[in-house]
């Protein structure tokens, strides 16, 4: 299993951004993903998650402002992110778990500046 996460970037308060994180290495359409995300000195964290049938679970304090959603056909999963606040500063994480194993993206940086 292969987890390819990419969209980080640097941008202002109240900004957006998309990242993506194509998948290889397993049946995409009957696997939950999520995303993740880890800011310097703190622990990973779950962001939001979706289930092979399309249910949503978001952390509360994205709630309202990022979005999940996967692509089945081209076997990527999406986090829209809008209203970017500066606690939203992180490396971003892609997650998938397959046979009790867990398996991770590289890792995309997210900086938000006030």
């Known amino acids: 299993v292969q987890l390819q996460a990419s969209g980080g970037g640097l941008v202002h308060a109240g900004g957006s951004l998309r990242l993506s994180c194509a998948a290889s290495g397993l049946i995409f359409s009957i696997n939950s993903m999520a995303w993740y995300r880890q800011a310097p000195g703190k622990q990973r964290d779950l962001v939001a998650s979706i289930t092979a049938g399309g249910t949503t679970v978001y952390t509360d304090s994205v709630k309202g402002r990022f979005t999940i959603s996967k692509d089945n056909v081209k076997r990527t999963l999406f986090l829209h992110m809008n209203g970017l606040k500066p606690e939203d500063t992180a490396v971003y994480y892609c997650?998938?778990?397959?046979?009790?194993?867990?398996?991770w993206g590289q890792g995309t940086q997210v900086t938000v500046s006030s």
């Open positions: 997650h998938t778990k397959l046979r009790g194993r867990n398996y």
